[in-house]
């Protein structure tokens, strides 16, 4: 494709641009090197402030913070109960942790299928892939937009199920006024560097449970406490005392990480603005496209948008998704897919999974293209992709 011509007063771009990049500054480095220098870099007072904030912020009762997105989810199974012959309700539009952490506990993924319009999962799916086998729900905040909570709610409360929601692209959104992180059972943050706030890694359990907190604190240290109330043997003989009274991981974040994510907490407000005001550029760019079909929200959702992703009506354009693809990064704006249908990979497959399980998630899957989001893109940024965006259209219209 032809690069682009000086358009709207920016000249020719020289450099790409990615789908996602993480913003660390002067303030984020001062405070994990002042950790790092410190008495403490895991195991200490960090790790308990960064917990403490994570629960004024989404007014739940209790969080755990942990090593990533993966051991947030793997955690939260363990603390429902899930284990061999259960079933868990999860999405295929996802990464493939949200149902993976099912098989970790031994029990069975069941794929429902996602709203066409929303793609995040559809409650009436849900309802459908109830057995007298399924433990719990593992809805998924697709691109950030909030799942609809109320129908998940009353689906999980009418069948005793455990309400897990993996918000791994979610923090900063909220539904209906109230903030995720306080509406599930139990919900899961990511804190990977493309997402809205990073640790490096990291990740975090939030609950309002009194006893599944009890369960996540132990699920994430080995299973072991020195909570005299909980231990079962010995006599507590001094301060070095402990006990094993479950199985459980090594899940720990470290202080490092966790001075780098309240100094990211500091801003999540301003990226969470700024994210704000790139979909909105965008949403009015690419609603005027025919070819391009823009994903809608619930009007509960107050949406901190982690992805932006345009879907390509392909039978009003002259090309495959690859060739659009491609054409994109030939103009240096370098797109992503998220995310393959968890149950086309091999391992899924070779359980016996088959394509055609979700029609709704697989025929969105065809189209869709996530293009660049996160704040530390300029405005010029911003217009580059909307010219590349509408310059790749132009060129495979029919």
Known sequence: MEKLAINGGYPVRKEKIFYGCQWIDENDAKEVVETLTGPFITCGPKVDEIERELEKYTTAKHAVVVSNGTAALHCACIAAGIG???????????????????????AKPVFADIDPETYNIDPKS??????????????????????????????????????????AHSIGTEYNGKP???????????????????????????????????????????????????????????????????LGFNYRMTDFQAALLISQMKKLEAFKA????????????????????????????????????????????????KEFFDAMSAENVQPQIHYVPVYWFPYYQHMGYEKGLCPNAEEVYKGIMS????????????HDVIKAVEKVVEAYRK
């Open 274 to 321: 700024r994210r704000h005001e790139i979909v909105e550029k965008y949403n009015e760019a690419f609603s005027k496209i025919p070819e391009i079909i823009v994903q809608k929200e619930i009007p509960e959702s107050d949406t901190c948008r982690h992805l932006y992703i345009i879907r390509l009506d392909l039978d009003k354009l002259n090309c495959t998704r």
């Open 180 to 246: 995720v992180g306080s509406l599930a059972d139990m919900t899961c943050f990511s804190f990977h560097p493309v997402k809205t706030i990073t640790a490096g890694e990291g990740g975090a359990i939030l609950t309002n449970d009194d006893e599944l907190y009890k369960k996540l604190v132990l699920a994430h240290t080995h299973g072991i406490t020195h909570d005299e109330e909980l231990m079962e043997g010995a006599p507590h003989e001094g301060p070095w005392y402990y006990e094993q009274i479950s």
């Open 126 to 167: 849900i309802e459908a892939h109830i057995t007298d086998k399924t433990k719990a729900v593992v809805a998924v905040d697709f691109t950030g937009q909030a799942v609809k909570v109320k129908e998940i709610r009353e689906i999980c409360d009418k069948h005793g199920l455990i309400f897990i929601e993996d918000a």
């Open 371 to 382: 293009i660049p989001l996160y704040p530390k893109m300029t405005d010029r940024d911003v």
């Open 84 to 106: 061999e012959g259960d079933e868990v309700i999860t999405t295929p539009m996802t990464f493939a942790a949200s149902a993976n952490c099912a098989l970790y506990c031994g």
